[in-house]
């Protein structure tokens, strides 16, 4: 089992998020499963207005963004959002904003759970062949964190831009996997 840690740190602005602030993105790579465990402050935002699951757009409600990205594979990449009201969405693009023609990896499940001020979700998602390789040592990646009003927009490793715009595979870092 591969295992990898994203610390969302950084407000776009690339200032720095007090610890309490900080969200932190867990993921475990098994031999047929994607593991993804999130903590995460919670805003209070208002959860969207259908039962927990699958739900479009979800970046326009509190959530953690995870994107996992593979240099052997230019341009594509992984996209998998959580909130803290059960809801998650997965997309794969081919280059960014350009989806796939196959469909994402299966979340096989997703459950979210506030607790005081923090909310901890947990995603299993198949590993398929529309996947993007992640057998490799290493694997580009960012984590997000969109919450909040006015609208927050923080980040594990800082993008170029004086807008956000999460959507920058080749600019995400190099990441080892630790065993």
Known sequence: MKKLQLTVAHEWS????????QS???????????LVKVDAPFAGDAAPGEPAGRHPELWQFEVVELFLAARQQPGRYLELEFSPHGHFLNLLFEAPRVPATEPPPNVLSYTAAVSGD?????????RTGTMIDLDRATVHANAFRLAG???????????????????????????????
Do not use: C, K, M, N
């Not at 690339?14 to 602030?21: F, H, K, M, N, V």
């Not at 932190?24 to 994607?34: G, H, I, N, S, T």
């Open 118 to 126: 923090r909310w901890h979700g947990q995603a299993t998602i198949e």
């Open 149 to 179: 009003e006015p609208r927050r927009y923080e980040l594990a490793f800082p993008l170029p831009g004086e807008t956000p715009d999460f959507h920058q595979p080749s600019d995400f870092p190099e990441l080892h996997w630790s065993s």
């Open 24 to 34: 932190v993105v867990a993921v475990q790579l098994r031999e047929d499963l994607l």
């Open 14 to 21: 690339s200032g720095e998020l007090d610890a309490r602030d």
